[in-house]
């Protein structure tokens, strides 16, 4: 889902800025002991609705579990015979955002990339219908997140700009109890002084993200892929996200210094301004 920002500058100025403060518990917390679960859920909205009914269409998860490095990998699309917008973002080789691109899918159907026509309207007799199965979609979230949080355990979600997450756990009726929730976009944001906010995109180019579908890397890690996971390593897929959040979290982790080089070489080349 693309938010676009007024330019603003990256970081405060008239104070020192220093690396090492204020989020020292979040980090504690993403390296602690027990089952962490980085999530990206993607979602559409109902083609000729104006965006009035949303439902996810696809969920990606990495399990992590730090003691042992142990890592494992869930997926799943929501399929059901709807047309459904999808907005993405369009980025260039340095993760700036450059646009947004709008199709229409049916994943029931196979059908997707379709052309996007901002004038199309759904019969009022079809909406209700439409928001009966979006529910059902919400109702399949539900039984994934609690087949990966609850049932595995996991004691963190750490997810990159929350707002829709959130709201996607409350339509599914799903709560993360006993179950620490982080926006790892906030706590970069907030450990590194920065008044704007970096994108997914941006920050999987600071860490040299790669993928070459079996092997994932960055900078300092690099995990296998199974095989049948590999093809969903897109960015702006639900795995796809979910890796290269994964992938960020570590970096910020385990080489926060490296990390707040390179975006503050990023800022003083001027290359930092308008990120989302």
Known sequence: MAFVQQDKPLLETGR???????AAEILHLMQSAGRHVYMDIEFGY???TSREVMMP???GAVLHRPEDENLSYAAEQFRYDLYVEIWKKVTDPCGRTAGVETTVSNLSRGECGMPYDH?????????ETAEMTAQRAFSDLRDFLESIV?????????VFA?????????AAGFSPDGCAFVDLQ????????MKQFLSLDRLACLIGFSTDSAII????????????????????????DAVRTFLVAREFQEHLPYLGERIRNLVETGGGNGEE
């Open 46 to 48: 109902v083609y000729g």
């Open 150 to 158: 609850s049932k595995e355990g996991a004691t963190a979600i750490i």
């Open 162 to 170: 929350a707002s829709m997450e959130r709201r996607a756990f409350r």
């Open 16 to 22: 020192p800025r220093n690396l090492f403060s204020p």
């Open 186 to 193: 906030r706590e970069i944001r907030r450990r590194l002084k």
């Open 119 to 127: 004038s199309y309207r759904l019969p009022d007799d079809e909406v």
């Open 217 to 240: 890397s960055s900078a300092h890690f690099q995990y296998p892929v199974p095989q049948g996971y590999r093809h969903l390593l897109g960015a702006h897929r639900g795995l796809g």
């Open 57 to 59: 269409i696809e969920i």
